[in-house]
């Protein structure tokens, strides 16, 4: 058995088996608007609110007003008081795009991670984060550092991938072989919006279930439909029974 961190998104959470493995390097990746972002604002605030774990949100394309606002859309109204009470530190972008250089970003977190103690981490995006680096073999090392110092630091991390393809198997990049599992997001258009699905393609030293799910996000954050047979990959019908 291994130890499991609960995402707080109910549906997901039993996919996983239990949450995702603890202290692993986690990449969610999809196209814009999947909800990914929201994704990592809900497993922070349910670390916090549900299990006293300290959380960490790391943004280089959001202020942190637009972070406390997109968590207040799906519910959580308390993050702002999360924040201020520091159970939440948030590094926006005018943070992390201070220095615009590598080593400056990891020296602010390093600097941090020696003189308090988090649980959890979110990257939100690594399509900016690799901004930093000129080419694969640079991006690779730095990487596998920056994923050695999340771990050697205790925290269960979700890295945010942005991906123009609206199915992930067309874009395989190497963040999917240096991560200890993988999540997408997807979302597929219809004559009266968009229906939206997650799916669990890797997790390491997890026994997963590999199929896709229909989701939606509404008040209270992400639900994830296990047994939903009224929902196809090609139009919307009612969720099923449970989630």
Do not use: C
């Not at 520091?86 to 941090?112: A, N, P, Q, W």
């Amino acid at each position: 058995m291994v130890n499991t961190v609960e995402t707080g998104v109910e549906g997901l959470d039993s996919i996983l088996n239990g949450g995702l493995v603890e202290n692993a390097t986690v990449l969610v990746s999809g196209n814009p608007g999947t909800g990914k972002s929201l994704f990592g604002i809900q497993y922070l605030h349910h670390g916090v609110t549900e299990h006293d774990e300290r959380g960490i949100y790391i943004s280089f394309e959001e202020n942190e007003d637009d972070i406390r606002e997109a968590a207040e859309s799906i519910g959580f109204e308390n993050w702002g008081d999360l924040v201020d009470d520091g159970e939440i530190k948030v590094y926006d972008k005018s943070h992390m795009l201070r220095e615009g250089d590598f080593t400056s970003t990891m020296d602010t977190l390093l600097e941090d991670f020696a003189n308090a103690s988090y649980d959890r981490l979110v990257l939100d995006s690594l399509t900016m984060f690799e901004l930093f680096f000129d080419d694969e073999k640079e991006k690779r090392t730095y990487l596998l550092k920056f994923s050695d110092i999340l771990k050697k630091n205790g925290l269960t991390s979700l890295l945010v991938n942005e991906q123009g393809a609206v199915f992930p198997e067309t874009e395989i990049g190497l963040e999917n072989f240096l991560t200890d599992g993988n999540i997408y997001f997807i979302q597929t258009p219809t004559d009266s919006g968009v229906n939206r699905y997650v799916w669990v393609a890797k997790m390491r030293k997890q026994d997963i279930d590999t199929d896709i799910f229909p989701m939606e996000i509404a008040n209270g954050g992400i639900k994830v439909y296990e047994r939903a047979g009224g929902f196809s990959m090609m139009g919307r019908e009612a969720p099923g029974d449970g989630f």
